[in-house]
C-alpha cells in the first residue's frame, strides 16, 4: 500500500507530464516556504503558472480544501518564492489546481487571486 507521500508525488508527476505536453517548462517542484509548499512551478510564454496538485477518492471532499484560505498562503508562497528570482519580477502569474480522482481522471481549474 502506498503512503499518502508516495501517491502525492505520484499525482504531481502526472500532471507535470500534463503540463510538459502542454510546453511548460519545470521552474521548481514542492517548493517549501515559510506560508505553505508549491507543488508546481511552471512557465510558459513569459507566464508563471502556480500549480496546486490535489488527490481524493472523494470530489466533494477534495475541492472543498481548494478554498480562498489556501489561495491566499499559496499566493504568499509565490511572492516569498518572487524575492530570491527577481528575474521573473515582470512575468504573468496564474494559479491553477489540479483534482485528481483516478491517474486518468482530472478536473483542472484556475484560482482567482
Not at 506560508?35 to 510558459?44: A, V
Not at 480562498?68 to 511572492?79: C, D, E, S, V
Request: aromatic content about 16%.
Amino acid at each position: 500500500m502506498k503512503t499518502s507521500y508516495e501517491i502525492g508525488v505520484f499525482f504531481e508527476q502526472q500532471t507535470l507530464d500534463v503540463l510538459q505536453k502542454e510546453k511548460h517548462s519545470l521552474l521548481g517542484k514542492r517548493i517549501i516556504t515559510r506560508s505553505c509548499e508549491i507543488d508546481l512551478l511552471t512557465l510558459r510564454d513569459n507566464c508563471i503558472f502556480l500549480t496546486e496538485v490535489k488527490y481524493r477518492k472523494q470530489c466533494k471532499i477534495g475541492l472543498y480544501v481548494l478554498n480562498r484560505i489556501l489561495q491566499k498562503r499559496l499566493y504568499n508562497a509565490y511572492l516569498i518564492w518572487l524575492q530570491t528570482n527577481m528575474e521573473y519580477l515582470n512575468y504573468d502569474f496564474y494559479m491553477q489546481y489540479f483534482f485528481w480522482k483516478s491517474p486518468k481522471l482530472y478536473i483542472r481549474g484556475p484560482f482567482v487571486v
